[in-house]
T-cell receptor
């Protein structure tokens, strides 16, 4: 059974700092991996989707990498802003079982201090 | 991307009552998914809803407690029945876009508090 772990659980940084969020998964036979942002009490906003054949994806100040063989993904946020404060979730989609089922990590709660 | 409208956005309910959550998508989709996020926890899949067939429930979730309707390709409802304080969670509707390599999109969620 796939397990997804996100470290750290919480992170506080000053504005302008570059930062990295980590996601690891136990079964490397994945279909894709997706990073989401969740504001308190709200739904999820898709940030980046990485297919299993890809190494990274970029969108604005965000860059996500995928190392399938080691079971790791990172989300890099450049020049952080207070508006980036949210919980960031990674989710892995497996080939095995239901190919449509996502397994979520528990998230990293990011606070960017002005 | 898909635009998903979920109603209500939040509610406070008495124990023993039921709440029906609606999910409307701006395009036709084959499958719709319902998740639960308990306080401080990550997301857990409740069930998958296909149009024209019964929903498929994950382990630990049953139809009597979480009945789901899927009357057409753009709409679904989830009912939380006979609620108890343990049902206090955020409930989220999700769809996937095959055209975008199975990227998942979520509604804004329903924040349910049972008192």
């Amino acid at each position: 059974k796939q397990e997804v772990t996100q470290i750290p659980a919480a992170l506080s940084v000053p504005e302008g700092e570059n930062l990295v969020l980590n996601c690891s998964f136990t079964d490397s036979a994945i279909y894709n991996l997706q990073w989401f942002r969740q504001d308190p009490g709200k739904g999820l906003t898709s940030l980046l989707l990485i297919q299993s054949s890809q190494r990274e994806q970029t969108s604005g100040r965000l860059n996500a990498s995928l190392d399938k063989s080691s079971g790791r993904s990172t989300l890099y946020i450049a020049a952080s802003q207070p508006g980036d404060s949210a919980t960031y979730l990674c989710a892995v989609r497996d080939f095995s079982g239901s190919a449509r089922q996502l397994t979520f990590g528990s998230g990293t709660q990011l606070t960017v201090l002005p | 991307s898909a635009v998903i409208s979920q109603k209500p956005s939040r509610d406070i309910c008495q124990r023993g009552t039921s709440l029906t959550i609606q999910c409307q998508v701006d395009s036709q989709v084959t499958m719709m998914f319902w998740y639960r996020q308990q306080p401080g926890q990550s997301l857990t899949l409740i069930a998958t809803a296909n149009q024209g067939s019964e929903a498929t429930y994950e382990s630990g979730f049953v139809i009597d407690k979480f009945p789901i309707s899927r009357p057409n390709l753009t709409f679904s409802t989830l009912t939380v029945s006979n609620m108890s304080p343990e049902d206090s969670s955020i409930y989220l509707c999700s769809v996937e876009s095959r055209e975008m390599y199975t990227e998942a999109f979520f509604g804004q969620g329903t924040r349910l508090t049972v008192v």
